[in-house]
């Protein structure tokens, strides 16, 4: 029997609200994503479930809901807010509308190298920063994942940052994002993850930009044969908890849950390089072309951006200068 979208939803809703009634006197702890089950995050979130298990199993029972089945990022982002979910990644571009400290990373060209990025978001009081109004936001970020690096991909070739004028391309929620799309002269439009290759494929879009993986796991490059290598955006997937379910735990308790996330951080990050090489033979074999291009170009358009953005976002300024202190020394 076929089980009607809406219907396959409500049944894991239901399911994951009725596991701590009925399994055992176990607390349930659940977590979403929106990526395929071989996708880094949810390879960081069996670590994540593993090292908890592992320290207090006997009390939490961790499980994980891929692919966007408890529902997309804003949706699932509301039920972590009020615990009916109590961890999910994702993308902090989503958040930056709710805290604009999340802005930073929609920045774009904020990090001058990946090796620049990567220590930035695995420094604890970088994150610890970020965290700062959990109070009143309702989550807490307890790590980062690496999400890779961000380039525009299309149906038509992108060989000169021109190629971009006049055409639409999708975005992820964030106003930093829409202004990005319009300095570089084109179109933005909003459209949720899961939803992108529909998107893609009715031609509501001309194009979209994402990491490689986009172009194999959400099968992007079934229908966008260019895939640009500008570099606009180094955005991560934060890892979220749920404020009221983090603030009731012991001190230990709470110890093995920031420790299973920077775990879990660490394994996403080991297990990038491998999946992008994949997705990239992949794409090839499937006729993607992917061109590098020359990022001055594409970086003289939106360096603007970075004043406007401190002018707008004051509260985001001692970060900024910890990432451009990053850049210095990780170059
Ligand atoms: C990346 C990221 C996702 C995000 C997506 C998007 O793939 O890992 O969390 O949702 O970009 O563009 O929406």
């Known amino acids: 029997m076929k089980l009607s979208c809406t219907l396959k939803l409500s049944v894991a809703v239901f399911a994951a609200a009725m596991i701590p009634f009925c399994a055992s006197a176990k607390i349930t702890v659940t977590v979403s994503h929106t990526h395929v089950e071989s996708h880094p995050d949810h390879i960081g979130f069996e670590a994540f479930k593993d090292h908890i298990e592992k320290n207090i199993g006997d009390k939490f029972e961790i499980q ?88 525009f991909y299309a149906k038509f070739p992108i060989n000169t940052v021109d190629d971009l004028k006049g055409k639409t391309f999708r975005v992820q929620s964030g106003k930093t994002n829409a202004d990005m799309i319009a300095a570089f002269g084109a179109t933005d439009y909003l459209i949720r993850f899961n939803d992108v290759y529909s998107a893609l494929k009715q031609g509501v879009v001309d194009g979209a930009e994402n990491n490689e993986l986009a172009l194999v796991d959400q099968k992007h490059g079934e229908i966008c044969k260019y895939y640009c290598y500008d570099g606009h955006q180094m955005v991560p997937d934060m890892i979220i908890g749920s404020e009221e379910f983090l603030s009731k735990l012991s001190p230990e308790e709470l110890k093995i849950f920031q420790d299973a996330a920077i775990e879990a951080q660490k394994v996403e990050f080991a297990a990038w390089e491998n999946s992008i090489n994949k997705a990239i033979e992949e794409a090839k074999i499937a006729g993607v072309t992917f061109t590098n291009v020359n990022v001055n170009e594409f970086r003289d358009k939106v360096l603007p951006m970075h004043k406007s953005i401190l002018k707008e976002h004051p509260d985001i300024k001692s970060l900024y200068d910890k990432a451009v202190e990053y850049n210095t020394k990780y170059n």
């Open 64 to 151: 994980i809901y891929p692919n966007a089945v408890l529902g997309s990022n804003d949706r699932v982002f509301g039920l972590v807010k009020t615990n009916s979910v109590q961890f999910m990644a994702i993308s902090s571009s989503n958040i930056e509308n709710f805290d604009s400290l999340y802005s930073l990373f929609s920045i774009p060209y904020l990090f001058t190298s990946r090796n620049a990025y990567e220590s930035f978001i695995s420094d604890p009081k970088v994150i610890e920063s970020l965290g700062a109004n959990a109070k009143t936001d309702g989550f807490r970020p307890l790590g980062a994942f690496t999400a890779g690096i961000r380039n």
